[in-house]
T-cell receptor, first 115, second 114 residues
Framework: AQSVTQLDSQVPVFEEAPVELRCNYS??????LFWYVQYPNQGLQLLLK??????LVKGINGFEAEFNKSQTSFHLRKPSVHISDTAEYFC?????????????FGTGTRLQVTL | SAVISQKPSRDICQRGTSLTIQCQVD?????MFWYRQQPGQSLTLIAT?????????ESGFVIDKFPISRPNLTFSTLTVSNMSPEDSSIYLC???????????FGEGSRLTVL
């Protein structure tokens, strides 16, 4: 069975500073990896995804993430955050079984950007 | 991607009553998923709804408590039955890519049970 660990429940950061949100996963098979963002009182929006190919994936709003198979990680980064990036971020994984896949979510990281 | 609309967006309900949440998708999809997000928590899959068959429920969720309908390829409903304060959550409808598991979400229905 797959699982996702987001070690940081909250990450405070000043505006224009860089940020990294950590995500580790466990799975016995190949995986697909996702980061979703949830702004206050809204549903989830896909930030970026890794399906195959280049391990560095770029998403919306200047975010990027790097898939590291040896460390089973998929950390999310942004070189300079903005106040509007304040939101909850969820890492998620599904297993590459070739058929219908179930998405498993981490517990989320609250990014709080301040001036 | 898909555009997903949920109704109601929020509601306040009394203990012991039931509420049905509707989910409408702008395209035909085979699989629709219902998730629950309890306050301050991550998302937990309740069930998978395929058109023309019974929904498949995850461990800890049962049909009597969360009956689901899937009458066609663009619509589904989730009913939260005999509600208690513990059912206060955001309920999210989603549709996905069958092979990768990537999901698209509605904005959710925020339910408060008094």
């Amino acid at each position: 069975a797959q699982s996702v660990t987001q070690l940081d429940s909250q990450v405070p950061v000043f505006e224009e500073a860089p940020v990294e949100l950590r995500c580790n996963y466990s799975s016995s098979v190949s995986v697909y990896l996702f980061w979703y963002v949830q702004y206050p009182n809204q549903g989830l929006q896909l930030l970026l995804k890794y399906l195959s190919g280049s391990t560095l994936v770029k998403g919306i709003n200047g975010f990027e993430a790097e898939f590291n198979k040896s460390q089973t990680s998929f950390h999310l980064r942004k070189p300079s955050v903005h106040i509007s990036d304040t939101a909850e971020y969820f890492c998620a994984v599904s297993e590459d079984t070739g058929t219908a896949s179930k998405l498993t979510f981490g517990t989320g990281t609250r990014l709080q950007v301040t001036l | 991607s898909a555009v997903i609309s949920q109704k109601p967006s929020r509601d306040i309900c009394q203990r012991g009553t039931s509420l049905t949440i509707q989910c409408q998708v702008d395209s035909q999809v085979t699989m629709m998923f219902w998730y629950r997000q309890q306050p301050g928590q991550s998302l937990t899959l309740i069930a998978t709804a395929n058109q023309g068959s019974e929904a498949t429920y995850e461990s800890g969720f049962v049909i009597d408590k969360f009956p689901i309908s899937r009458p066609n390829l663009t619509f589904s409903t989730l009913t939260v039955s005999n509600m208690s304060p513990e059912d206060s959550s955001i309920y999210l409808c989603s549709v996905g890519q069958r092979n990768t598991g990537e999901l698209f979400f509605g904005e959710g229905s925020r339910l408060t049970v008094l």
